[in-house]
Every structure is written in structure tokens, then in C-alpha cells.
């Protein structure tokens, strides 16, 4: 059974910076891609960034582009999400998920496995 653990949220003032990590384990990132989700209250989960297994490609939510970089470290099997710039309605439960294929890299939908989520609240 493939394992996914988010880590790195908490509460932050607007404008401040995160980085979420996601430790997979009893897969590696070589064969799978790995997506940032999230879901505030209320509203459907949407697709926060997206990337590759085989070239690193990366794919992000416009609401996001210019202020969150996923990164990963297939040594450390462990994919990352740098967010700055932090707004108010950034405010959700991130998860991360992975799947063999990508061909729909924000569409929370095409993933198989899923995190257990991280809470992230912009308040000031």
C-alpha cells in the first residue's frame, strides 16, 4: 500500500511563507507523479500544482502561479511545496496525492493515493 504524509502547515500571517513536505514511502517518485491539493471549507478540493515523474515537469493553479514552486528530492523521496506570499483564501487542508499517470495534472479525480492532509490557516 502506498503511503503519503503531508507535513509543514500551520498558521501564518498574510504575506508569509510555508513549505509543505510530502514523505512517500513503499513507492518511489521515479514511476509516479506527485499533485498538491486543497480544500477549504465548503468548497470542492481543487488542484494546487502538479509534478512529473519522468521529466520533472511542473504544472500550477493559476491562483497560485508566481507564488508557490513544487519541488522534489527523489533521494529523499519527498516532494515539496515552497508557498509565499500567502493569501487569506490560501486558507484549506493540503493534501498530497500520487498516480502512474498525468493526464490530467489538476484534476484531483485521475489520483489513486492520497495523504491524510495538513491544515494551513493565512490569518492575521
Known amino acids: 500500500q502506498l503511503q503519503l504524509v503531508e507535513s509543514g502547515g500551520g498558521l501564518v500571517q498574510p504575506g508569509g511563507s510555508l513549505r509543505l513536505s510530502c514523505a512517500v514511502s513503499?513507492?518511489?517518485?521515479?514511476?509516479?507523479?506527485i499533485g498538491w491539493f486543497r480544500q477549504a471549507p465548503g468548497k470542492e478540493r481543487e488542484g494546487v500544482s502538479c509534478i512529473s515523474s519522468s521529466d520533472g515537469s511542473t504544472y500550477y493553479a493559476d491562483s497560485v502561479k508566481g507564488r508557490f514552486t513544487i519541488s522534489r528530492d527523489n533521494a529523499k523521496n519527498t516532494v515539496y511545496l515552497q508557498m509565499n506570499s500567502l493569501k487569506p483564501e490560501d486558507t484549506a487542508v493540503y493534501y498530497c496525492a500520487a498516480d502512474p499517470n498525468l493526464d490530467h495534472p489538476l484534476a484531483p479525480d485521475e489520483y489513486a493515493y492520497w495523504g491524510q492532509g495538513t491544515q494551513v490557516t493565512v490569518s492575521s
Open positions: 513503499r513507492f518511489t517518485l521515479d514511476y509516479y507523479a
